[in-house]
């Protein structure tokens, strides 16, 4: 999963914010991102947003796309993709697929601002090397771009994008092809160094299944879980959870680790 490098290991706490189910918390979700969006845009033309894939951000997708779709001018919005499974964008797997069906599909964004991963090459390096220059030439001078909002999940194993526990990745790249042993596949995906890069970095996670992985993440030694690796550097990090995936945190690793602000 890498090594923790020294801009990582001075990381900003996390601010955890806990609901009392899947509902409340994929509402208070969308909220929080129209709420990040619309602060971005009020400082500069455009706003930069990384999406995830995984099925916890369909329902928050569908509230931005519904309920919150006025709160935001979205012809002033950058889409990218924290990662991509290897498959056409049609596919049913495919991340930009989901996120068109619940979100890019019905609010007016400008198809050149929609800046997928091309998950359908047949080479997969090939594919991180040219979304790597994609990236570069949205952020022109900058070295590592700053996107405004990242948005991740968290896989039950501790992943994060597509940053798995047994792999490992060129840590100077800014996107990669990493192949995943078990599942058998081949996934590109944003690297640490990327993503810790933004102005704001927010995971989305429920479900008891996640319980283990988020306590060793927020609790637990370093260095365990590619996800622990998300420390941005200069930016927020916040963890939005439901009670399930929050039941084994301890109110004492809570108070020593982490602003506990629980929206309950
Ligand atoms: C993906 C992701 C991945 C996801 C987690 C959680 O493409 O699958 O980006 O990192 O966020 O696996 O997925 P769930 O929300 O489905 O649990």
Not at 211 to 231: C, D, F, N, S
Request: neutral net charge; contains cysteine.
């Amino acid at each position: 999963m890498g090594v923790t490098s020294a801009a990582e290991r001075q990381k900003s706490r996390p601010d955890i914010k806990i609901y009392p189910d899947g509902n409340t918390l994929f509402a208070a979700a969308a909220e929080r991102i129209a709420a990040e969006l619309a602060n971005a845009l009020r400082e500069k033309p455009t706003a930069s947003l990384v999406l995830t894939g995984g099925n916890t951000p369909r329902p928050v997708y569908e509230r931005l796309s519904t309920s919150l779709s006025e709160r935001l001018d979205w012809t002033r919005i950058q889409f990218f993709w924290g990662d991509e499974r290897c498959v056409p964008p049609d596919h049913r797997d495919s991340n930009f697929r989901m996120a068109r069906e619940t979100l890019l599909s019905k609010v007016s964004v400008p198809e050149a601002q929609i800046h997928r991963i091309p998950g359908e090459l047949a080479d997969p390096g090939r594919a991180a090397l040219l979304y790597e220059t994609e990236i570069f030439n949205f952020a022109k001078s900058d070295p590592v771009p700053r996107f405004d909002l990242v948005l991740l999940g968290m896989g039950a194993d501790g992943h994060t994008a597509s940053l798995f526990p047994e792999a490992s990745w060129d840590e100077g790249r800014l996107v990669v092809a990493s192949h995943i042993l078990k599942l058998s596949a081949w996934r590109i995906t944003m690297t640490p160094l990327l993503l810790n890069s933004a102005r704001n970095v927010l995971f989305v996670t429920a479900g008891l299944e996640k319980a283990k992985a988020l306590a060793g993440v927020l609790e637990g030694p370093p260095g365990t879980y590619p996800a622990q690796r998300i420390q941005p550097v200069g930016g927020t990090l916040t963890w939005m959870v439901d009670e399930s995936a929050a039941s084994l945190l301890t109110t004492a690793g809570i108070g020593q680790s982490a602003e506990h602000r629980g929206d309950r």
